[in-house]
């Protein structure tokens, strides 16, 4: 399944003439696993949805295999990644831990922050020495977000 909202970024400061990669990854915010609860009111015969809540359910799930998912279009130039919004809309998650199709695999009922990377593809014959240098993680606490298989509230 693709991600939603889709992640999507504004880019500036880049040499327009180098290259880089840009990439992402997840990581769990908490230890812990989550249920929702719904709260709802009664409506003539049937309930009304009213609001809806995460509580703790336990200690979280083992961790899933790390993966990172590399824009499809990495890499690419400083110039080509700042002229437009960058959007990672073919990012698939999934749950499903036997996953071969190179999915982010998380946990479900669990809380994850996104992480945004950008890499730079340094030409030097010695780049290694210099990976500490060449990439730039960032992290937008407002994108944190739980990973659910299917939604309790019937207007999503």
């Known amino acids: 399944r693709r991600m939603f909202p889709t992640f999507q970024v504004k880019i500036f400061g880049m040499d327009p003439m180098a290259d880089y990669m840009l990439l992402m990854d997840f990581v769990p915010v908490d230890d812990k696993r989550y249920r929702q609860v719904t709260f709802s009111v009664p409506h003539g015969a049937w309930y009304a949805f009213h609001s809806s809540s995460w509580l703790v359910a336990g200690k979280a799930d083992p961790a899933t295999p790390g993966r990172v998912h590399y824009h499809p279009d990495s890499p690419a130039k400083g110039a080509q990644w700042m002229k437009q919004i960058v959007s990672f809309d073919k990012l698939k998650l999934t749950n499903n831990l036997l996953d071969d199709n190179g999915h982010i695999i998380l946990n479900s009922m669990h809380r994850y922050q996104p992480r945004f990377h950008v890499v730079y ?33 019937h207007r999503v």
């Open 121 to 153: 593809v340094d030409p030097r014959k010695d780049s290694e020495k210099y990976a500490e240098e060449n990439f730039k993680t960032f992290v937008f606490e407002e994108t944190r977000f739980t990973a659910v298989t299917a939604y309790q509230n």
